[in-house]
């Protein structure tokens, strides 16, 4: 059984870091694309972050240059470094595994999600 799950979800104040991990089991994603989408209460979800399998990143515009993401395809793991957070970064945030190897800022291609992770950001 395939699973995904985030973790490092919390409460910080606007201009704080934190680091959202997605663990992987049940099979390796070393050739597929990872994602991390967000959804806030009354939005809908949303693309923030991809990576492909050879390690090439996409950001949506409003998180290019405080956040970042990687992948340690050893650990089967995903990571997205957020700084500098602000109030409209509160949502909740999934990680997600393509069935191709590039980065889709749409959600068809992902097949594998996470439950999520809330992140909350205080002014």
């Known amino acids: 059984q395939v699973q995904l799950v985030e973790s490092g979800g919390g409460l910080v104040q606007a201009g704080g870091s934190l680091r959202l991990s997605c663990a992987a089991s049940?099979?390796?994603?070393?050739?597929?694309?990872m994602a991390w989408f967000r959804q806030a209460p009354g939005k809908e979800r949303e693309f923030v972050a991809g990576i492909t399998s050879g390690g090439s990143t996409s950001y949506a515009d409003s998180v290019k240059g405080r956040f970042t993401i990687s992948r340690d395809n050893a650990k089967n793991t995903v990571y997205l470094q957020m700084n500098s957070l602000k109030p409209e970064d509160t949502a909740v945030y999934y990680c997600?595994?393509?069935?191709?190897?590039?980065?889709?800022?749409?959600?068809?291609?992902?097949?594998?999600w996470g439950q999520g992770t809330q992140v909350t950001v205080s002014s």
């Open positions: 049940g099979r390796t994603f070393g050739s597929n694309a």
């Open positions: 997600a595994a393509s069935v191709l190897g590039v980065v889709h800022t749409f959600e068809v291609p992902y097949k594998y």
